[in-house]
T-cell receptor
Framework: EAGVTQFPSHSVIEKGQTVTLRCDPISGHDNLYWYRRVMGKEIKFLLHFVKESKQDESGMPNNRFLAERTGGTYSTLKVQPAELEDSGVYFC??????????????FGSGTRLTVV | QKEVEQNSGPLSVPEGAIASLNCTYSDRGSQSFFWYRQYSGKSPELIMSIYSNGDKEDGRFTAQLNKASQYVSLLIRDSQPSDSATYLCAVWAGGYNKLIFGAGTRLAVHP
């Protein structure tokens, strides 16, 4: 079974540019989560999809961030325009419905975003 | 107060010793508790989960939960240099329908 796949693995962009991160969850996992880790801080929740619907986007920092999950398969997270404070590692995680309390999530390897 | 608190470390232990990692959480409604291990530049990897008060053992790892004290810990026996990583405590509070993470404790096991 393929794991959660994220790309790119690294991205360096200039302030004001646009970047799109992609996450392919494990097949059959309806739940898809985006998290972000800024250096030295905790992994912070950004949003949660159930299939193609946004279940919870309370962690999205501001309207420069746009997440989509068309068709309930892969998801994209676009940052436009990027700011210096957006730098960090963006993780995607997925799970089957109802399993998180028992089994947690499976994480992707993350996208390290550096805004210069 | 942070929702999930961990000492950032580094916690340095000699090879073969017991490493003790601690975590406190603020939401009394929290139901499930997880320990993830994250090597530098890699994704978090689930190593233990615990739901009931008491101890849960899996190989060299023991998770301990005390809901009254809102405290979770992870013991690693016979620590190995390969255990050197950041250990993340995560809490599932059903009302939030997501995992809340602590900042992690960096463990360094030296030969």
């Amino acid at each position: 079974e393929a794991g959660v796949t994220q790309f790119p693995s690294h991205s360096v962009i200039e302030k004001g540019q646009t970047v799109t991160l992609r996450c392919d969850p494990i097949s059959g996992h309806d739940n898809l989560y985006w998290y972000r880790r800024v250096m030295g801080k905790e992994i912070k929740f950004l949003l949660h999809f159930v299939k193609e619907s946004k279940q919870d986007e309370s962690g999205m920092p501001n309207n420069r961030f746009l997440a989509e999950r068309t068709g309930g398969t892969y998801s994209t997270l676009k940052v436009q325009p990027a700011e210096l404070e957006d730098s960090g590692v963006y993780f995607c995680a997925s799970s089957q419905p109802g399993t998180v309390p028992n089994y947690g999530y499976t994480f992707g390897s993350g996208t390290r975003l550096t805004v210069v | 107060q942070k929702e999930v608190e961990q000492n950032s470390g580094p916690l340095s232990v000699p090879e073969g010793a017991i490493a003790s990692l601690n975590c406190t959480y603020s939401d009394r409604g929290s139901q499930s508790f997880f320990w993830y291990r994250q090597y530098s530049g890699k994704s978090p990897e689930l190593i233990m989960s615990i739901y009931s008060n008491g101890d849960k053992e899996d190989g060299r790892f023991t998770a301990q939960l005390n809901k009254a004290s809102q405290y979770v810990s992870l013991l690693i026996r016979d620590s190995q240099p390969s255990d050197s990583a950041t250990y993340l405590c995560a809490v599932w509070a059903g009302g939030y329908n997501k995992l809340i993470f602590g900042a992690g404790t960096r463990l360094a096991v030296h030969p």
